[in-house]
């Protein structure tokens, strides 16, 4: 059964991102939580170019359990400079805000060539999943690019694989992730648990 939105938890323990870093951070029930609307409201308000882009809102925040971060990918034009600003700004506001933004830009495949419109009573994850390798079999790029490589929670370097691009943005291997987090939701799906579709916010 899905959690209140409005529940709102507190965990201590210090994150670092690029230049940010924090020590105090909330979990949420889902998007209609206050502190949610809050981070929409400051992207939307505050953030060049965002109307040039969409913005949407995936993973645990839309889920049946509290999470304490905010999956979000942006899509649209290939522009680096434009790209690097926007998802810089939502990492900036989810620190100050006290939620961490978990961001990135993606582009290829799933974009182009589907689109992207929910099949009612199918697992979001799963159909995901399932394309990105059908594309990757046919030679069409799935690319997950973010702002900084390196995140450290309470000191710990976090799993993960980067490349540099030319332009600053770092492309993550999708194959090197962390094992355990990935599994958790391989096992959800297992027991028939159907992950919702992104919900845009811009």
Known sequence: MKVDDALTECWMGEIRLGPYKGDEWYGIG???????QLIVARINDEIEFIDEFELFV?????????????????????????????????IKIGFEENLLCDISYQQGGWFDHYDNIEIPGECYLKHKMDTDVEMRAKG????????????????KLQ??????LPNGLFRRDMKVRGE???????????????YKWPVKIN
């Open 30 to 36: 889902g998007i209609k939580n206050p502190i949610f």
């Open 58 to 90: 995936h993973g645990g925040i839309l889920e049946d359990w509290i999470t304490f971060d905010a999956d979000l990918f942006l899509t649209g034009p290939y522009e680096p400079e434009k790209i690097k600003s926007i998802l810089d700004h939502i």
């Open 140 to 155: 069409i790029r799935t690319e997950y690019l973010y702002r900084y490589e390196k995140f450290y929670s309470q000191g």
């Open 159 to 164: 799993a993960g694989k980067f490349l540099e």
């Open 180 to 194: 355990e987090g990935q599994q958790k939701h391989l096992d959800r799906m297992e027991k028939g648990y159907k």
